[in-house]
C-alpha cells in the first residue's frame, strides 16, 4: 500500500485527556498537510510541513495542539487537554514537492475521527 | 482571504442521468487552481477534476466536466451519466499559485451530498 496512512482511525477520549495521531505519508512526499474537517463542513487546514520544517501554522491550531515531523517522515498531531469542540476528522495530506501542483497533486488519508465525551 | 461557498447542502440525480454542483469562490488573485474533491463515506478524498484560472478551456475527465466562469467566480461541477458509485460528499477546493509555486494550501467549500437513486 503507497497511500497515506492514518492511525488511529477512530479515537473517544474523555475531555481534558491528551491524545496523539499519526500520518505516515507517501515516502517521496516531503510536503504533509494537517485538516480538520467537522461533521457537515469541508475540510480546515491547520498546518503544513516541508520535510522536518514546520512552515506555517492556522490560528485554528491553538496553543493545545503541536504538531511534529521528526525526521521528515510520519508526522504526529497532539492536542492536550482536549475539549469537546475538538471531536472533528482529522485529516492528513502529502505531496511532491517537484514541478508545478496540478501535476503532482495531494494524497489525502482516511483520516482519524475524534469524539470527546 | 479566499472564500469557497457551496450553496446545495444536498442533492439527488436518478442513475444514468446527468447533475450539476455549484461553487463559488472570492478572491482577489488572478493566478489559481480550482479542483472538485469526491469524499465516499469514511473514505479518502479523491481528486475529481482540476481547473488552472488561466486557461479559458473548461477541464473535462471522462463523465465529469467544469465550468469556470472565471468573471463571474463561478466554478460547477457537472456529472453525466450518473453512476451509484458517484454518490458521496462532494467539495469544491480553491488553492492559490504563489508565483508558480505554492504552499498548496487548500481552502474548501462546505461540500454538497449527491445521492444517485438507481
Known amino acids: 500500500d503507497t497511500g497515506v496512512s492514518q492511525n488511529p482511525r477512530h479515537k473517544i477520549t474523555k475531555r481534558g485527556q491528551n491524545v496523539t495521531f499519526r500520518c505516515d505519508p507517501i515516502?517521496?512526499?516531503?510536503?504533509l498537510y494537517w485538516y480538520r474537517q467537522t461533521l457537515g463542513q469541508g475540510p480546515e487546514f491547520l498546518t503544513y510541513?516541508?520535510?522536518?520544517?514546520?512552515?506555517?501554522k492556522s490560528r485554528l491550531l491553538s496553543d493545545r495542539f503541536s504538531a511534529e515531523r521528526p525526521k521528515g517522515s510520519f508526522s504526529t498531531l497532539e492536542i492536550q487537554r482536549t475539549e469537546q469542540g475538538d471531536s472533528a476528522m482529522y485529516l492528513c495530506a502529502s505531496r511532491v514537492n517537484r514541478g508545478p501542483f496540478p501535476n503532482y497533486g495531494y494524497t489525502f488519508g482516511s483520516g482519524t475521527r475524534l469524539t470527546v465525551v | 482571504a479566499q472564500t469557497v461557498t457551496q450553496s446545495q447542502p444536498e442533492m439527488s440525480v436518478q442513475e444514468a442521468e446527468t447533475v450539476t454542483l455549484s461553487c463559488t469562490y472570492d478572491?482577489?488573485?488572478?493566478?489559481?487552481?480550482l479542483f472538485w474533491y469526491k469524499q465516499p463515506p469514511s473514505r479518502q478524498m479523491i481528486l475529481v477534476i482540476r481547473q488552472e484560472a488561466y486557461k479559458q478551456q473548461n477541464a473535462t475527465e471522462n463523465r465529469f466536466s467544469v465550468n469556470f466562469q472565471k468573471a463571474a467566480k463561478s466554478f460547477s461541477l457537472k456529472i453525466s451519466d450518473s453512476q451509484l458509485g458517484d454518490a458521496a460528499m462532494y467539495f469544491c477546493a480553491y488553492l492559490f499559485n504563489a508565483g508558480g509555486t505554492s504552499y498548496g494550501k487548500l481552502t474548501f467549500g462546505q461540500g454538497t451530498i449527491l445521492t444517485v437513486h438507481p
Open positions: 510541513f516541508q520535510n522536518e520544517a514546520q512552515l506555517e
Open positions: 478572491t482577489s488573485e488572478s493566478d489559481y487552481y
Open positions: 515516502s517521496e512526499h516531503n510536503r
